[in-house]
């Protein structure tokens, strides 16, 4: 290997000022960049395929869950053709389908357990009246 040495001004990307001066504006300081372009990002389409078969197994309230379930498979089969905009749209269609199957349900379980609660207490009440009833005809007050 020969013994090359740069001088002062050969030395690349150096820029050389005394004692922190300023630059003298003849002086132009270009440093080369390189910007990697990747491919384009797009952000990421969420189909709700998870959240759509639990609802079809768990909770399938008037088949909003199976209907969330096929707008689910629709909105995968949009993305991998490379439809984003369709595959956006079934999958806002899979969410709110999602939602209101989900609300609906714990609605649904939130009355059955009031009606539960209000029949016991209900069947409470008429056996304490009963019980009082055959008590007091046992002592005799009872006609």
């Given at each position: 290997m020969e013994n090359f040495q740069?001088?002062?001004?050969n030395?690349?990307?150096q820029i050389q000022t005394n004692n922190y001066e300023r630059l003298r504006e003849d002086q132009v300081v270009c440093s080369p960049a390189v910007v990697n372009m990747g491919p384009p990002i797009y952000p990421q389409v969420r189909d709700h395929i998870v959240w759509s078969?639990?609802?079809?197994?768990?909770?399938?309230f008037c088949c909003l869950g199976f209907a969330a379930l096929v707008f689910s498979i629709k909105s995968r089969d949009r993305k991998v053709v490379g439809d984003l905009e369709?595959?956006?749209?079934?999958g806002s269609t899979a969410r709110c389908l999602?939602?209101?199957?989900?609300v609906l349900t714990i609605l649904t379980f939130l009355i059955m357990i009031i009606?539960?609660?209000v029949?016991?207490?209900?069947?409470?009440s008429i056996a304490k009246q009963e019980a009082q009833n055959q008590h007091n005809l046992?002592?005799?007050?009872?006609k």
């Amino acid at each position: 290997m020969e013994n090359f040495q740069y001088t002062r001004d050969n030395v690349p990307l150096q820029i050389q000022t005394n004692n922190y001066e300023r630059l003298r504006e003849d002086q132009v300081v270009c440093s080369p960049a390189v910007v990697n372009m990747g491919p384009p990002i797009y952000p990421q389409v969420r189909d709700h395929i998870v959240w759509s078969v639990f609802n079809t197994i768990y909770m399938n309230f008037c088949c909003l869950g199976f209907a969330a379930l096929v707008f689910s498979i629709k909105s995968r089969d949009r993305k991998v053709v490379g439809d984003l905009e369709g595959a956006r749209h079934y999958g806002s269609t899979a969410r709110c389908l999602n939602v209101t199957a989900l609300v609906l349900t714990i609605l649904t379980f939130l009355i059955m357990i009031i009606l539960l609660a209000v029949g016991v207490l209900q069947i409470y009440s008429i056996a304490k009246q009963e019980a009082q009833n055959q008590h007091n005809l046992f002592q005799g007050n009872g006609k």
